[in-house]
């Protein structure tokens, strides 16, 4: 069973800093391309950042400039380092692999969700 564990979430004010988390567990091959995404109150689920297994990272353009991804592959671990929130970044974010294991290649898994809100 292939697990993803988001943490970092919380309630900061506009302008504060957050760092997610999201580290898979169990039993895989390798993990290739990680996004993270995000679902606001009422608003379809939105990608905002992704990185390949190569480094290669892409964002919205509602958070270029603020939000950074990145990933420590020994750890299996995913990164959003996110500043200069605003209210509008608030929503539940949520981070996605595509994952190799021994029977399925390049299937996908989603992490739980951490709720950011962010107080203006």
């Known amino acids: 069973q292939v697990q993803l564990v988001e943490s970092g979430g919380g309630l900061v004010q506009t302008g504060g800093s957050l760092r997610l988390s999201c580290a898979a567990s169990?039993?895989?091959?390798?993990?290739?391309?990680m996004r993270w995404y995000r679902q606001a109150p009422g608003k379809q689920r939105e990608s905002v950042a992704t990185i390949t297994s190569g480094g290669d990272t892409g964002y919205a353009d509602s958070v270029k400039g603020r939000f950074t991804v990145s990933r420590d592959n020994p750890k299996n671990t995913v990164y959003l380092q996110m500043n200069s929130l605003k209210p509008e970044d608030t929503a539940v974010y949520y981070c996605?692999?595509?994952?190799?294991?021994?029977?399925?290649?390049?299937?996908?898994?989603w992490g739980q969700g951490t709720q950011v809100t962010v107080s203006s």
């Open positions: 996605y692999a595509e994952i190799d294991t021994d029977s399925v290649k390049l299937r996908g898994y």
């Open positions: 169990g039993s895989f091959l390798r993990i290739a391309t």
